[in-house]
């Protein structure tokens, strides 16, 4: 009789981490079982857009200058709340708030670690039911135990993660985690309300067929850059072409499906944004992070994304992610001469 192989819950699986860790205290255990929770109460409300008074504009616009969404102000008080209210957390920053956030309380100043999120990634996807996300990096700080967190733990480099992840909203739901250890994978069983391990010690190809970038912005692109996108689009079968291109607009779906299947996710500086418009903290350090874990890549095209250092909370940053081979093919077309561009 074939025996039914045990599932593990997300809970399960980090306690049977920690527990490889001499000296562990499990308040990282603790700290992904609260951002889980913020993310079982987001896909409830997510799952109900449409029927209820979540869709749409909530009315204010960010720091970054963009609209906020109702879902956006739902996910932000989610993600704070959990973190704040549980033991394992310092203090945050987010995507939607202008300054950090220090919890300062007895609890929280004992805690070793400060959290940087996107509540959620692709908000401008909401309205019409495509997949949108939930991005964090957990950080050791540098701070003293048992004061509040201060600016420092939150202007580290990105190579400081000791762990990074994120929730896709989905056609189901997933919790991605890294680790130095590895890369696992979690799909929300909603009979039981847990994150259930579905893949094991993800890899990311080191080659792959799909590409994503916005074509749409393509006469804003640099000259090297419009030079790759040729070069992809031009593959031939030899050169392992023809490549599929697909950009949702949720850069968490686009990195999903990259980190499973393989392949490039680009966001380039375009006239319009002339630092990147992807955020260094809150978007590429956690997907470097991942990305690198599971043997990919990540760059800005002059360095890794890992050793850049913030100079402020919302830093922005060009981004070339994706399969280690595909990335390397591209900075060295981006490194390469500056030639005048192609014609398509
Ligand atoms: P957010 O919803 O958190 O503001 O992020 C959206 C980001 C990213 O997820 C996506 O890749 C990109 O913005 C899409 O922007 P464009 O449609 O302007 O390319
Ligand atoms: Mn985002
Ligand atoms: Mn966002």
Excluded: W
Excluded at 115 to 126: A, E, K, Q, R, T
Excluded at 169 to 179: D, K, L, N, P, Q
Excluded at 283 to 307: H, Q, T, W, Y
């Amino acid at each position: 009789m074939a025996v039914r192989r045990q599932i593990l819950t997300l809970d399960e699986f980090t306690i049977q981490q920690y527990r490889k860790i001499p000296n562990a205290t499990g308040e990282l255990s603790t700290l992904l079982r609260d951002i889980a929770l913020a993310a079982k109460r987001i896909n409830v409300e997510v799952n109900k857009a449409g029927l209820v008074d979540i869709i749409g504009d909530a009315g204010i616009t960010n720091v970054q200058g963009e609209a906020v969404k109702k879902l956006d102000v739902f996910a932000n008080n989610q993600m704070l709340g959990v973190l704040q209210n549980g033991i394992s957390c310092a203090g945050i920053c987010s995507e939607e708030m202008d300054d950090m956030v220090v919890f300062n309380d007895e609890m929280s100043n004992r805690s070793k670690y400060v959290v940087m999120f996107d509540p959620l990634d692709g908000s401008s996807n909401i309205d019409t039911n495509v997949s949108i996300g939930t991005i964090f990096g957990v950080y050791r700080r540098v701070s003293e135990l048992g004061t509040p967190c201060v600016m420092a733990d939150f202007l580290q480099y990105g190579l400081k993660q000791v762990a990074a992840g994120y929730v896709v909203y989905g056609s189901s739901t997933m919790f991605v985690y890294a680790t130095r250890r590895g890369v696992n994978g979690f799909t929300l069983d909603p009979s039981i309300g847990e994150f259930c391990l579905s893949h094991p010690e993800i890899k990311c190809p080191d080659d792959g067929k799909i590409y994503s970038v916005n074509g749409g912005y393509y006469s804003q692109y640099k000259n090297n850059v419009k030079n790759f996108i040729n070069r992809l689009q031009n593959k031939t079968k030899q050169e392992g072409g023809p490549l599929t291109q697909r950009f949702t607009g949720s850069m968490v779906a686009d990195l999903h499906r990259t980190l499973i299947k393989g392949g490039l996710f680009m966001y380039p500086l375009t006239t319009e944004n002339p630092h990147g418009k992807l955020r260094l903290m809150y978007e590429c350090n956690p997907f470097a992070f991942i990305m690198e874990v599971a043997g990919g890549k990540a760059s800005s095209g002059d360095s890794r994304i890992l050793d850049i250092l913030p100079a402020s909370l919302h830093d922005r940053t060009p981004i070339f992610i994706g399969s280690k081979n595909m990335v390397d093919e591209c900075l060295e077309e981006l490194n390469g001469r500056e030639t005048p561009n192609a014609e398509r």
